[in-house]
């Protein structure tokens, strides 16, 4: 049995990396026996859930199980990428240890798919598996589909990190509808002037109720949690033309000193550095 599981591990996993254009829609549905991994790249889309909708980011992570409904609808005439996990999960309980549950973000407990808020660097390294394999399924050999399947199992433990991070600092690793509502007004509002009081009255909610409650879901606080978004918000700017000067200002920094302050702590290099780079490689 897990011999075939691991020279054949294609028959149960299906990895899809898709760019396309809209319009283009996935109503409710579910996938009955296996588990789901979404990894939203780019475009003008919205995660849909339970009748909830979240606005869709670079990074964001679905975590799906069998029997979740769930959608994705993508605004017509724009580009679309994502990548898309199938997996079946009786290989990864067998695989599995009491220490280490690898399915332990899909429980049945959590009554809907849950949204993790990888950090940047788990952010790499969760890339740099997709391209590894991308890259082995081109030529999956016996050794090479071993390779593969280590890499998929590396990806689980990583998203078992952070959803077990999460848990440990207080977060349950699921968003309330209420949630979802304030951080979708968050990503939109990135180049605006957002704080505690501001949410509050927004949103007609107790700004201390309002910080426990993302900390207990999310697993960090609503001020980082701001500087990841807007981050994220300056690379995505930089990496479409725009100039470090205007990415400082379109995702919400208005300080120039204190933006390079911060990306480079957040990233390790300047955002000049980020842009040579990607833009290079």
């Not at 724009?78 to 199938?86: F, T």
């Given at each position: 049995m897990l011999k075939h599981y691991y020279y054949h591990p294609t028959d149960y996993i299906q990895y899809d990396h898709l760019k396309t254009f809209g319009p283009m829609s996935f109503g409710n549905h579910e996938h009955i026996g296996k588990y789901e991994i979404y990894f939203f790249v780019s475009g003008n889309a919205e995660f849909i859930t339970h009748g909830n909708k979240h606005k869709l980011k670079f990074g964001d992570i679905f975590l799906v199980k069998d029997t979740d409904f769930h959608g994705v609808y993508v605004t017509p005439g724009?580009?679309?990428?994502?990548?898309?996990?199938?997996f079946r999960p009786e290989p990864f309980r067998l695989l599995s240890s009491p220490k280490l549950d690898l399915l332990e973000p899909f429980a049945l407990e959590n009554p809907e798919p849950v949204m993790l808020v990888p950090s940047d660097?788990?952010?790499?390294?969760?890339?740099?598996?997709?391209?590894?394999?991308?890259?082995?399924?081109?030529?999956?050999?016996?050794?090479?589909a071993v390779l593969?399947?280590?890499?998929?199992?590396?990806?689980?433990?990583?998203?078992?990190?952070?959803?077990?991070?999460?848990?440990?600092?207080?977060?349950?690793?699921?968003?309330t509808p209420r949630l979802i509502e304030i951080i979708d007004f968050i990503e939109n509002n990135l180049e605006?002037?957002?704080?505690?009081?501001?949410?509050?009255?927004?949103?007609?909610i107790n700004g201390s109720y309002l910080s426990r409650m993302f900390?207990?879901?999310?697993?960090?606080?609503l001020s980082n949690y701001i500087i990841h978004k807007r981050i994220s918000r300056a690379q995505e700017l930089l990496l479409v033309g725009m100039n470090v000067y205007e990415a400082c200002y379109l995702s919400g920094f208005n300080n120039y000193n204190h933006f390079?302050?911060?990306?480079k702590k957040h990233t390790g290099i300047s955002p000049l550095q980020f842009k040579k780079k990607q833009l290079s490689g």
């Open positions: 724009e580009p679309y990428e994502r990548i898309l996990i199938h660097d788990v952010l790499k390294k969760i890339i740099k598996i997709f391209n590894d394999i991308e890259e082995l399924e081109k030529n999956l050999t016996e050794s090479f593969y399947l280590l890499r998929f199992i590396e990806l689980l433990v990583l998203l078992h990190k952070i959803y077990s991070d999460s848990v440990e600092s207080g977060g349950n690793g699921k968003l605006n002037k957002i704080t505690l009081d501001i949410l509050e009255k927004r949103f007609y900390k207990k879901s999310i697993g960090i606080n390079i302050k911060v990306f």
